[in-house]
């Protein structure tokens, strides 16, 4: 058979999506090559919960359905040939090698993986002869590796060329004379230049210092009532901060996407908007999802934990560390407005922790972790979704998948944080979602910002300044 491309395929390009197999087949064109090592390393990531055991247990039904065509050896290497049969087909050379070159001696055991998996790859450029060979691999330095091996590589999906800015919130200039008529304008009339992901304006009056804040709303100008807005336990403190609990609040938006710095609150502004909202008895409860990449390197089961269980704490700092903020503001606020506040003692540790537990069994505050998702439904809740930058999109897809309509979902992550090696950020579910944002859709209502501004204090803003990719 003579096919356009070969393609040899590390590990984590099945484990991200075992259907990648498929893909990169496209109707048999391209021959397909599993070194030995990449079945290994499959096999012992079936056992788990997570979404990557997952993707390794499909690979592993994807193979049920082959049949074996040869069996030959070349040298020291043996080939089998496998054709996978089904609504999608994929022609598949299994590849192993009786004994390796590579010395194994003081070498990492992942290290010696990769070095085996390239050797296949070498001989596979010289086998091959007639096609072309590629080596895939979302792993920047196994590709590198590659490169210096003369073995040409790509990441599969995802490159700068994808890199995009959109304008969430846009500026424009507006006559003072022509204010009046902005709530409930067409956009368009004011910006001929919207788009859609163009989802918060500030209307900068003419020879003013007035500034107007508006969300745009089925193509119309709504005005932002900054008093509502802010009206919560914690108060929104800069213009991105206001347009993100806008949203939070509006009944409009049911799907909100953020990526915002350390620092910028958005864990804090999301908790404290879903609050209000439960207080006011559109849901009820909140539902706080976290992908953890402790789990997933380990295995553990980490299991649906609602209450103040050890775990519970454990996998989910942001969020504990929120609604401590949140009862301690709340109590300051109360103990302003009183008189003789002198004589009002602060709140002690204990009193805080139980608070806090008074305040999640009150608001229904549960916390779910993705490996646990799968065949659950979620109704009439307020769904955070945090540390989206170490998701898959697969991962997204399923627990997005696990939410009915009478949700609000808020999904928050930087791609400056990504600790998931196997997504980058041209191929987590965060980038996917804000580019999603580039067309309307019929389907749900979505919101979308970033975050840039750090309040936390000055040494997050440093820190965030002195180690960003422009100053280096």
Same mark, same amino acid.
């Given at each position: 058979m003579i096919f356009e491309k070969v393609y040899v395929l590390d590990t984590n390009i099945l484990l991200e999506d075992a259907s990648n197999i498929f893909k990169i087949s496209d109707d048999n064109k391209n021959l397909i090559v599993l070194p030995e090592t990449v079945l290994d390393e499959i096999d012992t990531k079936k056992s788990g919960f997570d979404e990557i055991n997952f993707q390794a247990r499909e690979f592993a039904r994807i193979l049920e359905n082959s049949e074996i065509l040869i069996s030959e050896k070349v040298g020291s290497y043996k080939i089998i040939r496998l054709e996978v049969y089904g609504t999608k087909g994929a022609i598949i050379d299994v590849i192993s090698k009786e004994e390796y070159t590579i010395n194994i001696k003081n070498v990492a055991p992942n290290i010696i993986n990769d070095r085996k998996i390239l050797e296949? @790859?070498?001989?596979?450029?010289?086998?091959?002869?007639?096609? #072309?060979?590629?080596f895939l691999s979302l792993d920047i330095m196994a590709r590198t590796r590659a490169v210096s091996l003369d073995i040409k590589t790509d990441s599969l999906i995802g490159s =700068? %060329?994808?890199?995009?800015?959109? #304008?969430?919130?846009?500026?424009?200039?507006? @006559?003072? $004379?022509?204010?009046? /008529?902005?709530?409930? @304008?067409?956009?368009?009339?004011?910006?001929?230049?919207?788009?859609?992901?163009? /989802?918060?304006?500030?209307? %900068?009056?003419?020879?003013?210092?007035?500034?107007?804040?508006? @969300?745009?709303?089925n193509e119309r100008i709504i005005l932002l009532n900054e008093g509502e807005v802010r009206d919560q336990v914690i108060t929104p403190l800069n213009k991105e901060q206001l347009f993100f609990s806008n949203a939070i609040l509006s009944h409009f938006y049911n799907v909100l996407i953020v990526e915002a710095k350390a620092g910028s609150g958005k864990t804090l502004l999301a908790l404290s908007g879903a609050l209000k909202l439960v207080r006011q008895k559109h849901y009820q409860k909140i539902i706080y999802?976290? =992908?953890?990449?402790?789990?997933?390197? %380990?295995?553990?089961?980490?299991?649906?934990?609602?209450?103040? $269980?050890?775990?519970?704490?454990?996998?989910?700092?942001?969020?504990?560390?929120?609604?401590?903020?949140?009862?301690?503001? #709340?109590? %300051?606020k109360k103990r302003a407005n009183k008189k003789n506040i002198e004589n009002i003692p602060e709140l002690d540790d204990q009193e805080v922790n139980q608070r806090v537990e008074q305040m999640i069994q009150n608001y229904g505050i549960e916390t779910m972790w993705v490996g646990e998702m799968r065949g659950r439904t979620l109704s009439n809740s307020f769904v955070i979704i945090d540390e989206a930058q170490n998701m898959s999109n697969k991962t997204m897809q399923m627990v997005l998948s696990r939410i009915d309509s009478t949700c609000k979902v808020v999904v928050l992550g930087s791609n400056k944080q990504i600790d998931n090696f196997y997504v980058n950020k041209h191929t987590n579910s965060l980038t996917t979602l804000l580019k999603s944002t580039k067309k309307n859709s019929e389907l749900v209502n979505i919101f979308a910002i970033k975050l840039q501004k750090v309040l936390r204090g000055p040494i997050t803003e440093w820190a965030e300044q002195i180690f960003s990719s422009k100053n280096k």
């Open positions: 296949i @790859a070498s001989f596979c450029d010289e086998y091959y002869k007639n096609s #072309e060979t590629t =700068n %060329k994808d890199e995009f800015n959109y #304008e969430f919130i846009k500026t424009i200039e507006v @006559a003072f $004379e022509d204010t009046e /008529f902005l709530q409930d @304008a067409l956009i368009k009339d004011f910006d001929e230049n919207y788009s859609p992901y163009n /989802f918060s304006y500030c209307f %900068k009056v003419k020879s003013s210092d007035q500034i107007i804040l508006a @969300a745009i709303k999802i976290r =992908n953890s990449v402790e789990s997933l390197d %380990k295995g553990e089961d980490v299991g649906y934990l609602p209450g103040l $269980e050890e775990k519970f704490k454990i996998y989910n700092h942001p969020l504990m560390d929120s609604l401590d903020y949140i009862i301690r503001s #709340e109590y %300051k």
